[in-house]
């Protein structure tokens, strides 16, 4: 009897800037019915559109489904450094006199409850996915430190048969000379790659010839 080989595994990173597009799209507190109702609703919007966060939202609700496509199983991966980043800067004030500084404004429970049922509703429950401690930068430079954390953390996800991806917003980052172990898009560009890949996984093979 063949043995049938187990389809790959794809995991992928979202920066901490697509998480932040997301809640400061759908405003304190977050809650997956928000997140679902505005998936709904801009489903069928251009991609890269005037409002990049629509996209990030979009690149975030693909992973809900654990898939990638066909039978291949998507994982979502975070580490320390990310949901870190991300409760702080949604906790920083709107106005700040260095942009670093700057956040959502939010407050610390409402910053903390987005990392727990956002970030880890969709690494753990959603997608069997799961969290790293990455201390280490990659590449920095080309990348900044906290990029290069980011980066690590895909690199550090890989299991057996695992293709990787980091999401980003951000320019540098994706443009970086870096070695091609790790694909680096935009939030767009993850969604085109997904939707073609899921079509063609579900276009009806032809029948093999009598």
């Avoid at 966060?53 to 199983?73: E, H, K, N």
């Avoid at 975070?78 to 702080?88: K, M, N, P, Q």
């Amino acid at each position: 009897m063949t043995e049938i080989e187990a389809p790959d595994c794809h995991a992928v990173v979202y920066d901490v800037n697509v998480y932040l597009d997301v809640a400061e799209l759908l405003g304190p507190p977050f809650s997956w019915p928000k997140f679902n109702n505005a998936a709904a609703l801009y489903q069928a919007a251009p991609l890269c559109g005037a409002d990049r966060r629509v996209d990030s939202l979009r690149a975030l609700a693909l992973a809900t489904t654990g898939r990638f496509a066909g039978p291949q199983p998507l994982q979502v991966w975070t580490s320390d450094h990310i949901d870190g980043l991300v409760a702080t800067k949604a906790s920083q004030p709107l106005t700040a006199e260095h942009p670093d500084d700057r956040g959502l404004g939010w407050t610390q429970e409402q910053a903390t409850d987005l990392v727990e049922h956002l970030v880890w509703d969709l690494v753990f429950d959603m997608s069997g996915g799961g969290s790293l401690d990455v201390t280490t930068s990659y590449g920095s430079p080309p990348l900044s430190h906290e990029d290069g954390l980011v980066y690590r953390t895909a690199e550090q996800c890989s299991l057996e048969k695992t293709i990787r991806y980091c999401i980003t917003n951000d320019r540098q980052f994706r443009h970086a000379e870096l070695p091609g172990l790790i694909d680096v898009l935009y939030p767009h560009e993850w969604i085109s790659l997904v939707r073609r890949s899921r079509f063609a996984a579900s276009a009806p093979r032809p029948r093999p010839l009598p």
